[in-house]
């Protein structure tokens, strides 16, 4: 079956593939009437055991103006919180004719293993700390409507890099379209490698010549020792404010996946500015991922 757990076997024609059928996505969601036949007969399953308010409303949206059913599974109102695994839960839900998982998970790794229990196409909507894939084809889909080719292009980007699936995603897909990408945080929040990017704990160095900059946010469900620098270090230190973004390239663009922690990672003014991608980044995640459930579903690979 096809699938998206990560980039490992996406090569780049695949991956252009992609990003050309969400331009023509795009397309269809110019239209008064939003909706096309192309998903009609099939059900897909959103089913996330982490919160999310844009990948998992965008997946909906994305499948029901393709004409696909949609059912919603949410944790808390599940089985799971009678003790349900999580491969008893994915086996039950597949007695009901599921033909495609939308799959968030706390732990690394399940997406690959739902694939195995379920042999039907998975999309990873972020595992762990591990991968979120179709975040990162959305950011780069957006850096590309804005910078045109990604060739040699300097993406720098900032935050809490150790937590951030966010971060792997981009350095894994990023490169492959050609840019270089610099990730940057402080030094307890910078994992020992990332592959595909260069790391740095100084904030000038990878803002300088950056084409455009990534904001992160700070993820305290995932810090067990609390914050390391504090908040008010992090903000001095690292927080990409007017006057930091002027390092980079004049007009480069602030993106930030979602969800801000306004006035921590990222000025909140800045945020609102025209420089800011941020709502944009949204607006095409809608399109992304129509173009990943028909290419899992009914596109060739
Ligand atoms: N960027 C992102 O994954 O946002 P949600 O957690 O709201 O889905």
Redesign the pocket.
């Known amino acids: 079956p096809k699938h998206l757990l990560d980039f490992q076997e996406w090569e780049r024609a695949q991956l252009e593939s992609l990003l050309e059928t969400a331009q023509m996505m795009q397309e269809v969601l110019a239209r008064p009437v939003k909706k096309v036949p192309a998903l009609t007969g099939f059900t897909v399953a959103t089913v996330f055991f982490e ?6 409303i965008s997946f909906e949206l994305a499948a029901r103006r393709m004409s696909a059913d949609v059912v919603s599974f949410t944790s808390s109102a599940s089985s799971t919180a009678k003790g349900e695994t999580y491969r008893d839960t994915l086996r039950t839900l597949d007695q009901m004719g599921i033909d495609a998982y939308i799959l968030r998970t706390d732990a690394a790794g399940v997406p690959h293993q739902a694939h195995r229990w379920l042999q039907k196409p998975v999309i990873n ?2 595992d762990g700390w591990r991968a ?1 894939p179709t ?1 990162a084809l959305l950011d780069a889909f957006t850096l590309r409507e804005k910078l045109g080719s990604l060739e040699g292009k300097k993406i720098a980007i900032v935050g809490d890099i150790l937590h951030s699936r ?1 971060a792997r995603s981009n350095a894994e897909l990023l490169p492959r379209l050609g840019a270089q990408v610099v990730a940057c945080g402080p030094a307890t929040l910078l994992p020992g490698k990332l592959p595909g990017a260069s790391l740095t704990t100084k904030l000038r160095e990878a803002l300088e010549e950056a084409d455009a900059v990534m904001a992160l946010r700070l993820q305290k469900e995932r810090m067990d020792k609390g914050l390391l620098p504090s908040l008010p270090e992090y903000i001095a230190g690292y927080q990409i404010t007017e006057a930091r973004l002027a390092w980079a390239k004049p007009e480069a663009p602030l993106l930030h ?3 801000m922690n306004r006035d921590v990672e990222i000025e909140g003014t800045l945020a609102d500015s025209p420089r800011s991608l941020v709502e944009r980044q949204v607006a095409n995640g809608q399109a992304v991922r129509m173009a990943v459930l028909y290419h899992v579903l009914v596109g060739k690979r």
């Open positions: 919160p999310s308010t844009r990948t998992r909507a972020g979120h975040q966010v996946p979602g969800p």
